[in-house]
């Protein structure tokens, strides 16, 4: 009977975590959504040179953000859920306000410094004065970005993504409609194009502020007990002991230091191309106005697309930190392997077509999303930049496993290596004539390449993992690149077929797109379940997974 209790338990505290990873995906897609749909009337509103001030600042915040929070969620969210694996729920709470103090003091000195050095990153970093006003706008946000880290690492240690994923919407609506609505009033008082940038920034500022309260007032109606199920079927009430203030302090560091510097050593290749494509492009032959200018466009909208298809990997990657620390912290070695197998299917599985499909139509794509007259010079730039997708679901997977495993700081030797192949090359590429803008995705690309290499490697030889080739990357790759050739088959005779005698505009060109779409994803999925690449062991990680399962039977695509 106890055993058919633990089992049940287990089983409901599965189905909450499977649910809350599927809100979670949701609410990040929605969030890549409408920050790629902001920066349409953005563009439209700032053009290339406006964009240009906005993404500068904001590459800069990045930064910045990443020096002050990337490390301390996952180190919170590893200690909640070892914690929690042990049964000592009364440690878990107190994780929770320790961690709190510290978010608030390391958010407010983020916000002083980014303020104070807001004048020396304008006029030396980025070399436009005028983009000051910016950074200025966007310095509030550190503060209550670090709060909501500590709401959102507590969060993620009970594998409760739903607030995390909603907070996001929230900040990315925020940005959306306050930001166009700042910078349409900025524009009807005939402020100069450097304060309206600065007036959109106010809107990631205030919708920053919304998602902190949401997350506070989630928070205060959060009930543990519900996630607790199958430890309390173990512990009961739970373990009694507690670590003190200082040890839990001195775990967190330990854990969010080497995150945090491979973190902000990964986010400057932002800052790399913010800094290098300027003046690289000016030692081409470009003067620093149309400088400026592509690295607008290239920041807006190739930048902006490139995020997007990693966002349905992130929450795998995520989740993969709290299972692995409690596979860890219990020593089920095996149950780790399993999960990190179907985590890294999975990855292959969302990766590849993204970047391949990405590949095979980028004009289509630019024109249907920005349609602002230069897809034909960004394509190819696209292209390029596409297949990087992979690599980063593979670092972000790889990332996660070693965080999980309590091997943090490898990471930093992956990322500082792959952030320095990315200034040399970019430095090299983007000021030789004939390469120029090209030479910006090529370098991330060899970036991504060389940081997802070495973080394989470390998860091989440190935490004795490597996921089969054939089974988790070949298969999934055989499958994404048939899909991604009928892509690209279908979008030029649909393009001869229907509009050979006319122009083809933003109309046309999402007919083409979907047209594309409809064809490569079923080609895509029969080619895959065709090759064995997902099995009915996979699918059981779904939600309502046996009516899936049931039905892919049916129409024979699973045997």
Not at 499 to 522: C, D, E, K, M, W
Request: glycine fraction near 8%.
């Amino acid at each position: 009977m106890p055993e058919l209790q633990n089992n049940a338990a287990a089983e409901k505290g599965r189905s909450l975590v499977v649910s809350s990873v599927l809100v979670y995906t949701l609410a990040n897609i929605l969030t890549k959504v409408i920050g790629v749909f902001f920066k349409i009337p953005m563009l439209s509103l700032l053009g290339n040179t406006g964009m240009g001030y906005f993404n500068t600042a904001y590459q800069v915040y990045v930064w910045f953000y990443m020096i002050s929070t990337a490390g301390l969620p996952v180190a919170v969210s590893t200690l909640v859920a070892e914690s929690r694996a042990k049964g000592r729920f009364r440690q878990v709470r107190k994780i929770y306000f320790i961690a709190l103090r510290l978010f608030f003091v390391i958010g407010l000195v983020g916000a002083l410094l980014m303020f104070a050095l807001s004048g020396p990153l304008a006029d030396k970093v980025i070399e436009r004065p005028a983009a000051r006003f910016s950074i200025i706008a966007l310095a509030p946000t550190l503060f209550f970005v670090c709060l909501s880290s500590a709401f959102r690492g507590y969060f993620q240690g009970f594998r409760y993504m739903v607030p995390t994923g909603i907070s996001e919407v929230i900040e990315a609506l925020g940005k959306l409609l306050l930001g166009i609505l700042f910078a349409q009033l900025a524009i009807s008082a005939g402020k100069p194009i450097e304060v309206v940038a600065a007036c959109a920034v106010l809107g990631v500022t205030v919708g920053v502020i919304l998602g902190f309260f949401y997350l506070w007032l989630t928070k205060l109606s959060f009930s543990p007990a519900r996630y607790d199920v199958e430890y309390r079927a173990i512990y009961g009430r739970g373990v009694p002991d507690c670590a003190g203030t200082k040890p839990i302090i001195g775990r967190l560091l330990r854990v969010a230091v080497p995150i945090t510097l491979s973190s902000s050593a990964m986010s400057l290749s932002g800052m790399i191309d913010t800094m290098v494509l300027n003046s690289g492009l000016t030692r081409a032959g470009f003067d620093p106005d149309t400088a400026f200018d592509m690295y607008g466009a290239y920041s807006t909208q190739i930048t902006s697309l490139f995020n997007l298809p990693p966002v349905l990997i992130y929450p795998v990657a995520y989740m993969i930190v709290p299972l692995v620390a409690e596979c860890v912290a219990r020593r089920e070695r095996k149950r780790m392997r399993g999960i990190l197998t179907s985590a890294f299917k999975m990855t292959a599985i969302i990766a590849l077509p993204c970047a391949l499909g990405m590949a095979a139509i980028p004009r289509y794509i630019l024109n249907t999303v920005y349609n602002h007259g230069d897809a034909d010079d960004l394509a190819p730039l696209l292209s390029i930049i596409a297949v990087a997708v992979f690599f980063v679901g593979i670092l972000a997977t790889t990332n996660s496993t070693l965080q999980g495993a309590r091997k943090e700081r490898y990471p930093i030797i992956s990322m500082l290596a792959g952030a320095g192949v990315k200034l040399v090359s970019s430095w090299i590429l983007v000021g030789i004539p004939a390469v120029n803008i090209y030479g910006a995705p090529i370098s991330t690309l060899l970036c991504y390449i060389t940081a997802a290499s070495l973080n394989l490697w470390f998860v091989f030889t440190k935490v004795g993992y490597f996921p089969s080739v054939t089974r988790v990357f070949l298969r999934p790759f055989v499958a994404a690149a048939a899909a991604g050739g009928s892509a690209f088959a279908v979008s030029r005779l649909a393009e001869k077929a229907l509009f050979s005698s006319q122009a083809v505009g933003r109309g046309q060109n999402l007919l083409i797109t979907l047209l594309a779409v409809l064809v490569a994803v079923p080609v895509y999925g029969i080619i895959l379940f065709k090759a064995k690449g997902v099995t009915e062991e996979d699918l059981t990680l779904l939600p309502k997974s046996k009516k899936i399962v049931g039905f892919l039977k049916k129409i024979r695509l699973l045997g």
